[in-house]
């Protein structure tokens, strides 16, 4: 039984390119969470999904971000015109009701 | 405004001895606590919970305890073992299906 998947686990971008980061929930799990951690701090929640339903968006920046559930396929957080502050730990959870984490995918922004 | 608070960055324990780790959180509408464990390069490992309407959960040498009126909760880890170092992350929800509000964690170092 895979756990949460996500690819790819590191990510390197110029400054104005897009990143694209997926998420592979664990089989039977229908929530999917997004996680940024910026050095030093906490994960700070951005966003929830379920299929093709985005339920909570509050913490996702107005933007540049978007996400995405669709009803085949892996979640997808992408990153347009992306800047150097975006340079982070990106976790993606999955829930039935407690959530359990992927490995994250660490993007750098040059 | 922080709502979830992990007021020590760091401790450091003798192997055998016990590890308290403390969060204290300002929302009251949590209902739902989690410690998770997080080992560099990885992701969060979730560790124990405790739901509100208890004030303590026991899992192995994992203990939480919750004082709602305080608004604080502590992790012990009893004996600690050296494997136990890792970061420790306090998180809380508002509800079952909610998104976690975590706090900035504490480095636990337990030494041989």
């Known amino acids: 039984n895979a756990g949460v998947m996500q690819n790819p686990r590191h990510l390197v971008r110029r400054r104005g390119q897009e990143a694209r980061l997926r998420c592979s929930p664990m089989?039977?799990?229908?929530?999917v969470y997004w996680y940024r951690q910026l050095p030093e701090e906490g994960l700070k929640f951005m966003v929830y999904l379920q299929k093709e339903n985005i339920i909570d968006e509050s913490g996702m920046p107005k933007e540049r971000f978007s996400a995405e559930f669709p009803k085949e396929g892996p979640s997808i957080l992408r990153i347009q015109q992306v800047v150097r502050g975006d340079s982070a730990a990106y976790f993606c959870?999955?829930?039935?009701?407690?959530?359990?984490f992927g490995p994250g995918t660490r993007l750098t922004v040059l | 405004d922080q709502q979830v608070k992990q007021n020590s960055p760091s401790l450091s324990v003798q192997e055998g001895r016990i590890s308290i780790l403390n969060c204290d959180y300002t929302n009251s509408m949590f209902d739902y606590f989690l410690w998770y464990k997080k080992y560099p390069a990885e992701g969060p490992t979730f560790l124990i919970s405790i739901s509100s309407i208890k004030d303590k959960n026991e899992d192995g040498r994992f203990t939480v305890f919750l004082n709602k009126s305080a608004k604080h909760l502590s992790l012990h880890i009893v004996p600690s073992q050296p494997g136990d170092s890792a970061v420790y992350f306090c998180?809380?929800?508002?509800?079952?299906?909610?998104?976690?509000?975590f706090g900035d964690g504490t480095t636990l170092t337990v030494k041989p």
């Open positions: 998180a809380a929800r508002e509800d079952n299906a909610g998104k976690s509000t």
């Open positions: 089989k039977g799990h229908s929530h």
């Open positions: 959870a999955s829930a039935r009701d407690t959530q359990y």
